[in-house]
């Protein structure tokens, strides 16, 4: 089988948003009413990341990773599991080309965060801020995102040989 030396992968999620819980956005904590509810921190654009990542290099999910059953996972830092992906990438000779990504939220308004959401997300894959792009949606006020039940996440990665293949 050929190898193009190249990689893309796809990932999405979506958690509700509730009451009494923290907003969390690519590592960055988001001043708001309401926060994301799940078994972790319900970090929904690092889970987005970081199945896009496992994805590209045919690593199954998330769920496969750290099964939301798991007690261990209960309120965890949801950059534990991006490091873990982004780790296991590495390993296989991968390197990150670009991640692009699109977090879909009625409220509370992102465009203020953008630019810290990436520079964060840069830092913790340890490659430039120029190589990742976060793009903020509204949902027109329809649908579970316009009336604010919940908050998706997008993301698409490109990965590149790091190491020559034998
Ligand atoms: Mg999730």
């Not at 509730?18 to 690519?26: A, E, M």
């Not at 889970?47 to 590209?56: F, K, P, R, S, Y």
């Not at 990436?118 to 990742?132: F, G």
Request: aromatic fraction near 4%; glycine fraction near 10%.
């Amino acid at each position: 089988m050929s190898d193009s030396g190249i990689r893309v992968g796809l990932g999405h999620d979506r958690h509700r948003l509730v009451p009494g819980r923290p907003l969390i956005l690519g590592g960055v904590t988001i001043e708001f009413e309401l926060g994301l509810d799940g078994h972790s921190d319900a970090d929904v654009l690092l889970h987005a990341v970081t199945d896009a990542i496992l994805g590209a290099v045919g690593l199954g999910d998330i769920g496969e990773w750290f099964p939301n059953t798991d007690p261990q996972w209960s309120n965890a830092n949801s950059a534990h599991f991006l490091l873990t992906a982004i780790d296991e990438v590495r390993k296989r000779g991968w390197e990150i080309s670009n991640l692009d990504c699109t977090i879909h939220a009625e409220r509370p308004k992102l465009s203020p965060y953008k630019h810290s959401i990436a520079a964060r997300i840069a830092e913790l894959l340890r490659i430039d801020v120029s190589q990742v792009n976060v793009k903020a949606k509204t949902g027109e006020k329809v649908g579970p995102i316009g009336r604010q039940e919940a908050i998706d996440a997008d993301a698409v990665v490109l990965l590149v040989r790091s190491t020559p293949t034998s």
